[in-house]
Each structure stands twice: as structure tokens, then as C-alpha cells.
């Protein structure tokens, strides 16, 4: 009877004390174990805030454009002195020249004169086209014919044979070079001379004239 009392003392004995140990164990295994890392959602969301080549969060890296090269060439021909225009080649009412040339002069003695053009194109506007060479400081055309058609004088540059006469100077001083104007507006002046036009146009602020053209009288 003692025996058996015994026994079932020891047992409630175990009883009581497995669940004492088995937390224990839990405590140990909970703390044995290292912190897990961040989840990937997590680690996804910090890339994601991680600022971008740009600066700013989510934004597209602005291209860059630091080797980018312009399409653009030159075109120019080879450098010629300027012409140079002598006395007896200067404009007079008997001898209508522009920077020495007269108009129905042979296209190959005016290239030959100023030499190769920056650019070329062609005026169908006309009944007759105009081949048109453009030389930056001054232009020339030629008709079908390949005639001399037109001289015209863009820059201060040019001498256009005037007696001194130049671009940027004023209505006055056209005046005391080349006479009275057969024509004269604020915007232009114009002196014609055996079937030619001299046309000079003007700011109509500063009276000064703008660009220089001799062409056929219609």
C-alpha cells in the first residue's frame, strides 16, 4: 500500500514539473536564435527609396547630352582675297558696275573674279530662272544665258565701287557720291543708268543704307 502511494506521488511529482521545463527550453530556443533579417518586401521597399541617378526618387536619369555633336558642316570653298575694284571699273552713268562688274558679263569671268560660292540655288520665280552663287559678304546671279543678271552687296565689308561709298552710311552721303536719286523713298533710293537699276535700301530710323543692288531695268 506504501509502495503504491509512493508512486503516485512520484508521478504527480513529474506532472508538475515537465511543464517548468519545457518553458525553459522555449525560453532557450527563442533566444539562441539570431535576429532574422528585414522580409523582402522590406528590402524591396528600401531600394526602391534609394534616390535615382537624377536626385529624386522614381525618376528616369536625365540622358546625357555632353557627347552629343552638331550635324552641322561647313560648306565654305577655299578663301579668296577680296575684289578689288580699280577707277576705271568704278560705278559711273556711263559705265554701270558693281564691285567692278557690269551686268552681261560672262558667267566664268565673274567666278573666275570672286571665286567659288558658299552656297547655290536657283530662282524659277521669274519667267527666266536666276542661278544665284552666294558668297556671305555678297551675291551674284545669272541667267539661262549664264549672263550676269544681278550684283548684290550684304556687308561693309565689300567695296561695291561706289567712290567710297559703303553700307552703314547715310542717305546724305549717297546723296554727295552719286548725285540726286531718280527715285526716293524712306526705304529706298535708286539711280537708273543705260537699262540697269541701282537700288539702295535703307533702315528707315537710322537713314543708313542696308544692302546695295544692281539688276536690269525692267
Keep these: ?8 506521488a512520484m508521478i ?8 517548468a521545463a519545457a518553458g525553459c527550453e522555449a525560453v532557450h530556443t527563442y533566444w539562441g ?9 522590406q528590402a524591396e521597399s528600401e531600394e526602391n527609396a534609394k534616390p535615382s541617378p537624377s536626385g529624386a526618387v522614381g525618376q528616369t536619369p536625365a540622358p546625357d547630352r555632353s557627347a552629343a555633336v552638331s550635324s552641322n558642316e561647313n560648306t565654305e570653298g577655299p578663301v579668296k582675297a577680296k575684289p578689288v575694284v580699280t577707277p576705271e571699273n568704278t560705278y559711273r552713268a556711263n559705265n554701270p558696275a558693281l564691285m567692278g562688274v557690269t551686268l552681261g558679263t560672262t558667267k566664268d569671268e ?3 573674279l570672286f571665286g567659288k560660292a558658299q552656297n547655290m540655288f536657283v530662282m524659277d520665280e521669274d519667267p527666266q530662272s ?9 551675291s551674284v546671279g545669272f541667267n539661262v544665258f549664264d549672263r550676269l543678271e544681278f550684283v548684290q552687296i550684304q556687308s561693309a565689308d565689300i567695296d561695291p565701287g561706289l567712290g ?8 546724305d552721303d549717297a546723296a554727295s557720291v552719286l548725285g540726286k536719286p ?4 524712306d526705304y529706298v533710293l535708286t539711280y537708273k543708268a543705260r537699262n540697269t537699276v541701282l537700288k539702295l535700301d535703307l533702315d528707315p530710323e537710322s537713314h543708313t543704307i542696308q544692302s546695295i543692288k544692281l539688276f536690269p531695268a525692267s
Excluded at 531718280?182 to 523713298?185: K, P
Design 130 to 138: 536666276v542661278t544665284v552663287y552666294e558668297y556671305g559678304s555678297f
Design 164 to 171: 567710297g561709298l559703303r553700307l552703314g552710311q547715310t542717305v
Design 182 to 185: 531718280d527715285n526716293r523713298t
Design 33 to 41: 536564435k539570431e535576429p532574422a533579417g528585414p522580409s523582402a518586401n
Design 12 to 19: 504527480g511529482l513529474l506532472i508538475s514539473v515537465l511543464p
Design 1 to 8: 500500500m506504501k509502495n503504491k502511494l509512493r508512486r503516485a
Design 110 to 112: 565673274v567666278l573666275n
